[in-house]
């Protein structure tokens, strides 16, 4: 394929959250552009920063490594409002549909992430309207999401009206993309008899800046003062598909032991549920952190001997947390709260690297804790095996290779 840009095809990446954003679907989407630009003539319409890099005004339009970003407008309210939330979903969705629709041009690939759930409605029927290819990459299936963390019901009239919109978007995409087995599996049971390829592309480990460290020198234990105690550490988002429940149930059974101690380093919905029961119970063997930056990531993911995944039941085939392929790299064992085969549960058991068990069952759960302390030595070998794994099956390069085979094919 010849590097000039006007004999490459047009690629269109939507998504919500990019460069400078740098929470997950930031990452990963600015990642997959910049890897597929040597390739195609890369271009990008996303939202204002509103998560972790919140508060910086970007420009509407700037050429970055290659890619061409256009900012569509919108509002940043506070996202962990359900309120405010929708009306952002609501004015980026309007500004990204009139963006696309002047923007899109005949046989131009449009790879589009599915979040929030409204953006690949508005940006295939940009792409329909000005007959582009479009492709779903997805990170969450909806509305399965809404019925494993309660807010609506598979009976209800919102999972029809979604099942319906979810066929037409279907039948209409060139393929589809997800990030797990799991949601693979989901995903044909949702398009049975549109006949539309579905691949799998996990997503990767950062490996160019985790990697395992000796715990003695971890300046975040030093700092705890947790260098002595058995350290499980859940870093991540504290939304509501996170069981954070069970992990705090399995603490307050814990709090006599006095080597076992969890350390929380998040935001989300759930935080402040999660402060209130760390001070009504006092539960000292708990250590609340506020979120650190992505760059910080190779000190606290080796803050710890076990690192925790969560997730509330009903979500297999949903969504797979991004933050499992750097505890991988990091060389940390993983205790996951996940259902049996889903895609959490398959990498962990296929390299051998933790433990995972069902949502909700804190007394199975403090078991598995006082199991896990009891084969500590076994710790640094199972860590070895996860590195492996990440090296040899989730690196960037992988997954590149993989997105330029699929959307070639579009």
């Known amino acids: 394929m010849s ?11 939507v998504t919500e959250l990019y460069y400078p954003e740098e929470t997950s679907t930031g990452y990963y989407l600015t990642r997959t552009a910049e890897d597929m630009a040597p390739h195609f003539d890369v271009n990008v319409i996303c939202g204002q920063p509103n998560y972790f890099a919140r508060g910086i005004k970007a420009p509407s339009f700037e050429r970055h490594k290659d890619v061409n970003i256009y900012r569509a407008a919108g509002t940043t309210l506070n996202k962990n409002v359900i309120m405010f939330k929708l009306i952002n979903m609501i004015t980026l969705g309007i500004s990204t549909f009139f963006k696309a629709l002047f923007k899109f041009r005949r046989n131009d690939i449009v790879l589009v992430v599915t979040t929030p759930p409204s953006l690949p409605f508005v940006t295939a029927t940009a792409a329909l309207l000005r007959s582009a290819n479009y492709v779903p990459l997805i990170h969450d299936n909806y509305p399965e999401i809404l019925f494993a963390v309660g807010k609506s019901s598979e009976n209800s009239l919102l999972s029809s009206i979604m099942g319906f919109a979810n066929r037409w978007l279907y039948k209409h995409a060139s393929r589809l993309i997800a990030v797990g087995r799991d949601m693979k599996l989901l995903l044909e049971r949702k398009t049975d008899g549109l006949d539309v390829p579905i691949d799998v592309i996990p997503n990767w480990a950062e490996l160019e800046t985790v990697e395992p460290r000796e715990r003695s020198e971890n300046a975040l234990l030093a700092e705890l003062g947790l260098q002595e105690k058995l350290v499980f550490l859940y870093a991540g988002n504290l939304g509501y598909p996170n069981d954070v429940e069970t992990i ?19 935001a989300g919905v759930k935080r402040p549920w999660l402060e209130k029961q760390v001070n009504e119970r006092q539960l000292s063997n708990i250590t609340l952190l506020d979120p650190k930056p992505r760059s910080e990531q190779i000190v606290f993911l080796n803050a710890c001997d076990v690192a925790l995944v969560s997730l509330v039941s009903k979500m297999r085939g949903v969504s797979m947390p991004s933050r499992t392929y750097n505890i991988l790299a990091a060389g940390k064992p993983m205790l996951a709260l996940t259902d049996d085969e889903s895609e959490l549960a398959f990498v962990i058991d296929e390299d051998r690297v933790g433990w995972h068990i069902e949502p909700g069952n804190a007394g199975l759960f403090t078991e598995t804790i006082l199991e896990i302390a009891s084969r500590k030595a076994e710790l640094v070998e199972m860590g070895k095996r996860a590195r492996d794994s990440a090296l040899e099956r989730y690196s960037q ?14």
């Not at 705090?248 to 998040?266: C, M, P, R, T, Y």
């Open 3 to 13: 590097s000039s840009n006007s004999e490459k095809r047009r690629l269109w990446v």
């Open 248 to 266: 705090v149930e399995s603490a307050e059974q814990l709090l006599s032991n006095k080597d076992v101690h969890f350390i929380f380093l998040g």
């Open 397 to 410: 390069s992988t997954a590149s290779a993989k997105y330029l085979e699929v959307l070639s094919k579009c």
